[in-house]
């Protein structure tokens, strides 16, 4: 019999692949510039054009289609709770740590956290999942460096930029990755609750245990809810000792070569981030080591927190570049009642509504990490104090919604899991979760108001710099320098004022001004609604899109 064809198909849009990520990103190259990273702009474009290649991207689609699996037992029956990871895994890990996301700030001066906050959000664009093993890893510098004698060991493996995911004690590695646990079954975020108790080891039984190395150790019984990363060579975790709440290294291997007393009960079946391991655990008498004084754990491990806090707001700015990317890509090639999507004027206002949005989020993630730079300077540390966790609540839950009304701009399509929306979805939430929800950050920017009142004074230096032209960011910026303290009900509404104040500066003082003044009019004249594509009808829709991603 004849075959016949039923249809032919046409009007699709192909896949978005070879860009270079960071040239095709106005805004990102314009900070790294403004913000004291010019000299790395050359590696940044190489790495952009790496970065934005088709295998690479398909790397991280094959990283979350095939997730990691939980070996708890050999052949012979031995417990090992070893991790198997599909090959774009570690092909995505090894890209991350030879460009050093994890190391450079700590090893070079210069604008180095800001060259490692552009490489963090473009990579972003590619991959979320291999993001977390290295954010602890680059975060757990400043808690280890609070103990010499563990600082010495650990930090030479921490700061190689070799990837070494072998299974071996830390001597026998070219590189080391650090994992997170703090939170239990009975606190969540309420680490204070934490029932994981520590009894200090004897001197005599610490040197017959670990010789040299017995200096401050720990036996260890208990449980974490989530344990990130348990392929990780130490875990940093929060125990209940004589003095109270403090923070342990716990490695995966002894220094005598043997498996620490960490069982891996189960891998999280998690709702996106499916490439990183997250999993439940239980010390049965493991050992960890003390940094930090003990019973001061949380001000210890909060040494790490601020800069993972920072990783959330760049890996949010990140992942909603790509979402922008892949949307503005399919609305300039997919036809719809005569015309391209990104032609019709409906679709233009919610095209310019998300890269407002997203130029916005870059420009504050970039203005913060310069503060992590220049931290000596007190001014700026103050800055940090305020902005990390205002950041942190107001860019990461802007996230889901953005994502949600890409992945709509492309319809049907974006919703199944061909979609590379449909992963970016699944990812947005996660960075609102973890290192302190929506209303922890809140509660910890009072805090941060609370004992550091000088910190409004640094606000409002940064806020100035914007001028006085505008007369709507002028009224805005004096109602919020006038009212910062407010009870607890009010922090979120706080937060997100302080975040939108200083985007709008930042907009003001380096974007054009198509750019700023569709800010102003649509989130500081009146308050962003609930939906993309409220923008007034004098807004120069083309030009944003253009400056958004350049045709």
């Not at 921490?158 to 072998?166: E, K, V």
């Not at 590695?173 to 650090?178: D, F, S, T, Y």
């Not at 200083?502 to 649509?522: E, M, N, T």
Request: net charge neutral; glycine share 10%.
């Amino acid at each position: 019999m004849q075959a016949f064809d039923t249809h032919e198909v046409h009007n699709t849009v192909a896949a978005l692949a070879d860009v270079n990520l960071y040239l095709l990103d106005t805004a990102l190259r314009e900070a790294v510039t403004r913000e004291g990273a010019q000299h790395d702009d050359a590696s940044l474009a190489m790495l952009g054009a790496q970065l934005g290649r088709a295998d690479v991207l398909e790397l991280g689609r094959l990283a979350n289609q095939y997730p990691p699996q939980l070996l708890q037992y050999d052949a012979g029956g031995r417990r090992i709770d070893e991790l198997e990871f599909h090959p774009a895994w570690h092909s995505l890990m090894r890209l991350l740590i030879e460009q050093g996301a994890h190391a450079t700030p700590w090893l070079d001066g210069n604008g180095a956290q800001v060259a490692r906050a552009a490489r963090y959000l473009m990579f972003g664009q590619v991959e979320n999942g291999t993001q977390c093993p290295v954010t602890m890893t680059y975060a757990s510098v400043p808690a280890l460096r609070q103990a010499p004698g563990l600082a010495a060991k650990w930090l030479p493996k921490i700061l190689s930029c070799n990837y070494d995911p072998r299974s071996l004690p830390v001597e026998q590695k070219q590189g080391a990755l650090i994992g997170m646990g703090m939170t239990e079954k009975q606190g969540g975020s309420d680490v204070r609750s934490n029932t994981t108790v520590a009894q200090a080891l004897g001197p005599d039984q610490a040197q017959a245990l670990f010789g040299d190395e017995g200096a401050g150790v720990y036996r260890v019984v208990g449980h974490k809810w989530f344990f990130s990363a348990p392929q990780s060579d130490a875990h940093l975790i929060l125990a209940q000792t004589g003095q109270g709440l403090s923070c342990l290294l716990l490695p995966r291997y002894l220094p005598n070569g043997e498996r620490n007393g960490i069982r891996v009960q189960r891998l999280k079946n998690k709702v996106g981030n499916r490439s990183n391991a997250s999993s439940e655990v239980e010390f049965t008498g493991a050992y960890g080591w003390l940094i930090g004084p003990e019973g001061r754990g949380v001000p210890t491990i909060l040494e790490m927190g601020s800069h993972t806090r920072l990783d959330c707001v760049l890996g949010s700015a990140g992942a909603m570049r790509a979402a922008l990317v892949h949307a503005l890509h399919h609305a300039r090639q997919r036809k719809a009642f005569g015309k391209r999507l990104s032609e019709q004027p409906l679709m233009q206002n919610v095209l310019a509504d998300l890269a407002l949005e997203s130029e916005a989020a870059t420009a504050f993630a970039m203005r913060l990490a310069r503060c992590f730079d220049e931290s000596s300077d007190p001014a700026q540390a103050l800055l940090a104090r305020l902005l990390t966790p205002a950041g942190k609540y107001w860019i990461c839950k802007r996230g889901p919604g953005f994502g949600a009304e890409a992945m709509e701009v492309i319809g049907g399509s974006g919703y199944v899991e061909d979609s590379p929306l449909a992963r970016l979805y699944r990812e947005l939430p996660v960075n609102s979760i973890w290192e302190g929800s929506g209303n922890v950050m809140c509660l910890d920017l009072l805090r941060a108001l609370g004992k550091t009142p000088a910190a409004r004074d640094a606000l409002a230096a940064e806020l100035a710099l914007a001028g006085d032209d505008d007369a709507d960011f002028c009224r805005y910026r004096t109602a919020l320098l006038n009212n910062m303290q407010c009870s607890e009900a009010g922090a979120r509404l706080l937060a997100e004022r302080i975040v939108l104040a200083v985007q709008a500066g930042l907009l003001l003082r380096h974007a054009p001004a198509y750019v700023s003044s569709a800010f102003i009019a649509s989130r500081i004249r009146c308050a962003p609604g609930g939906a993309y594509g409220r923008l007034p009808e004098n807004v120069a829709y083309g030009q944003i899109l253009a400056r958004a991603m350049p045709e």
